[in-house]
């Protein structure tokens, strides 16, 4: 098929690459629902995916990856700077040259009797002042598959190129998917991703956190806006006015559901209502007035599938429910439909697990889902989804929010002293791993800004670089907030409901940023009078004593956070800015 473009380092790239991996065909994807048709068809031909009930799940297909590829391999994933120094020392980092010849002889010759997919793609709206643009290379019908429904792909994103060299570069290449060969490596000064031995969604899927995270957080530095692992969220209240947030958590900590959020009855009954614009990532520039603003770079829901549910997440549920991928999810053989742990209490009987083997929901010791399969869903489908969200313009932000899963110590919510405060308080972030990370589960890890694993530089630059953002914004700067939605009783037990309960601390974070709710001090920052947070409707499920107790601030356990926080700060040398080392010492004074 010949090129859709005359962009001369476009060509000269894809001729190189096409020498390296041998292709037996190019074909440039065009965007068009007619190529994508037939694309699915030989998907389900050569049985990479499997095709759903039509009647029940429109438009929706299944697929399993290998059993030694169900993750994100952060052992494997590499910031390749020329300077060592330049990726810091929460990142695996490789001389880039040494990379390169490393990739490319595991590369070479990959795709004989394979397909060369060229996919061009637009993270954020075509055309938008926010957007930047992709190329990515893969030999994976399941990733062309993906990408079109994460990112805007298409021959449209070629005539807003031109003739330009400001776009990023990715080859993904299947190899074997052999776990010992497995390299997931960015080059920020480069503008290039590589990706072999791998099939899984958060490794090949290029745009994602490769390109949006950390290609963009090194892009962001260096042209001044930012690239975050952030959620948006707008909330309407009674007089129609909306106020957008946006909000970091690290996996499993509910962002989803935050994202989707459905309000309490009492908050409904009274006209609230939520909008989504983003679940994952939010990419932030200064506006023409001066405040934040943000967009959601992708078109799509990557979601994690166990556990969503009518009652955990129903939007994105309903999300799924046409044109979806599923990832390592169980099949219903009876019914053609999909199923995994948490989704409802009858499991297929007639099943095939997410490895492809025969299951038996009922008897079965074995999981039916992979603990990290997943949904490639369109934001169309959603439900609650912003009406800003095509627009391009992005979004006025009021509050950013932090937030981890800490079963003592931090408390329900707490406002930051101030900008430079709040940086330190995303810088501490703390939470228990999960299953999205291979690796093990239920460590406190800390994982400032939920960024750890995505930031595509030196992290105590990335400090810095919040620091100076906050500098340039002044006082029209959001107000930053934590929030644990996970605090545990002395039984084990969850002390706050959550889900669209959550609204309810939303409320008051809004009303902060209002200046019309009131707050106590405390050594770590401002928390709501007990008074001050609305139950109606839960007084049953949280009495007073319980919120007054979740809103506590332990001194001698902050003083053990600070003693953490110290050695973690110690990484990053003489590149911790000096703003943040005097919030801790201040942290320390006084809680003494």
Known sequence: MTAKTSNKSVLSWIEEMKNLVKPDKVVWIDGSEEQLESIR????????????????????????????????VEGRTFICSRKEEDAGPTNHWMDPQKCYKMLYDIARGSYQGRKMYVIPYSMAPIGSPFAKIG???TDSIYVVLNMSIMARVGDKVWDVLGDSDDWVRGLHAKCDVDPEKRYICQFPEDNTIISVNS????????????????????????????????LILGIQNPKGEIKYVTAAFPSACGKTNLAMLI????????????????????WMRLGPDGRLWAVNPENGFFGVAPGTNEKSNPNALACTRQGTIFTNVALNK??????????????PTNGVDWKGNP??????????AHPNSRFTAPAKNCPCVSPEFNKGTGVPISAIIFGGRRAQTTPLVYQSRSWNNGVFVGSIMASETTAAASGAVGVVRRDPMAMLPFCGYNMGDYFAHWIEMGQKLGDKAPKIFNVNWFRLDKDGNFQWPGFGDNLRVLDWILQRCEGTADAVETPIGYVPKPEDINLEGIEDEVSKDTLKEILTIDNGQWKK???????????FGDKLPKELAKELDGLKSRLN
């Not at 609230?272 to 939010?282: L, M, N």
């Not at 009876?334 to 499991?347: A, I, R, S």
């Open 561 to 571: 956070e600070t003693e953490g926080i110290a050695e973690f700060y110690k990484k």
């Open 199 to 230: 099939a899984y969604g958060g490794n090949v899927l290029l745009g994602k956190k490769c390109f949006a995270l950390r290609i963009a957080s090194y892009q962001g530095k260096n042209e001044g806006w930012m690239a975050e692992h952030m």
């Open 359 to 368: 299951w038996n929901g009922k008897t079965s010791t074995e999981k039916g």
């Open 334 to 347: 009876d019914d053609m439909t999909v199923w995994w742990e948490g989704l409802d209490k009858n499991p």
């Open 263 to 282: 309000p309490p009855e009492g908050y409904r009954r009274k006209g609230y209502k939520i909008f989504t614009v983003g679940d994952d990532i939010a």
């Open 135 to 137: 190329v990515e290379l």
């Open 41 to 72: 068809k030989e998907a389900v031909e050569t049985g990479e995916m499997i095709k759903l009930n039509e009647k029940k799940l429109p438009g929706c297909f299944l697929h399993r990856t290998a059993e030694n590829d169900v993750a994100r």
